[in-house]
């Protein structure tokens, strides 16, 4: 059941208040969708620091993992 509309109210002048007033519509944004966004607004030098950090990331668990087996 839909809300009634309740704009635009007229006062006893006759303003109307909300005339032009449309809703906001629902936007449902998929994943490639935000990736793509996400691609154009980032930069170079962020992207950059976050593949180091998941490399540096990976190197230190095989670290961990190799050290693991070598005192096992």
């Known amino acids: ?8 109210y007229r006062t006893r002048t ?5 005339k032009f007033y449309s ?3 629902n936007m449902e944004y998929s994943h490639d969708m935000e990736l793509l966004q996400e ?4 930069d170079d030098i ?3 620091r976050r593949k180091f950090q998941n ?4 190197w230190g668990l095989c670290g961990l993992l190799l050290l693991l087996i070598v005192i096992k």
């Open 23 to 25: 809703p906001r519509s």
């Open 46 to 48: 962020s992207l950059r």
């Open 55 to 58: 490399i540096a990331y990976a």
């Open 14 to 18: 006759g303003i109307e208040i909300g």
């Open 1 to 8: 059941m839909d809300k009634p509309k309740i704009t635009p």
């Open 39 to 42: 691609s154009l607004l980032t």
